[in-house]
């Protein structure tokens, strides 16, 4: 004995499976997008974590030289070093710091671009101002070798002076 609606039942059963495979493929994409997302989320964190670890040991590697160059910098002009050579050093430091900002991918190049030409500035002004107080030196030194020798004519304006009247009271005896 058939049942009358078999078409109907085989309709009905193929459109249930149709719908519950459907909710099973969204139900296991769901999942699997979802377990998904968060590796990718973490990898990218990861690669983000990575980039500001390399900026923050760049910018601390290169606090550390500019510390250096200031310290250089500072004691420049002090009597105790040759400036000259320590003028060199500095120059020499500037120079690695340009090249370590160029090779590196940071990602405000002109901060420190900008910090590395005030140090450049920094540096330029104390050599003029070396060479300023080298030059008042000698103006001084100058100065004194003038007076000296301008004491050193009136001396010697003085003596002839003397020796004219001398002589001209030779002159005057001897008439």
Request: charged share 25%; net charge positive; with cysteine.
């Amino acid at each position: 004995m058939q049942p009358l609606n078999t078409n109907d039942r085989k309709r009905a059963f193929i459109n249930f499976l149709l719908l519950f495979l459907l909710c099973i493929i969204i139900i296991t994409a769901t999942i699997f997008f979802s377990i998904q997302v968060p590796f990718k989320q973490n990898e990218q964190l990861r690669r983000e974590l990575r980039t500001v670890t390399r900026e923050r040991e760049f910018s601390s590697d290169f606090t550390t030289q500019m510390s250096d160059i200031a310290g250089m910098l500072d004691t420049i002009n002090t009597k105790a070093l040759k400036p000259d050579l320590l003028d060199g050093r500095i120059t020499e430091s500037i120079k690695r710091l340009n090249l370590k900002i160029d090779a590196d991918s940071a990602s405000d190049k002109t901060m420190y671009r900008s910090v590395v030409f005030i140090l450049s500035d920094i540096q330029t002004a104390k050599k003029q101002l070396r060479d300023m107080t080298g030059k008042d030196l000698n103006a001084d030194d100058l100065r004194k070798q003038i007076e000296g020798l301008n004491s050193t004519l009136d001396a010697a304006k003085m003596e002839n002076l003397n020796l004219k009247q001398q002589i001209f009271m030779l002159q005057q005896s001897k008439q």
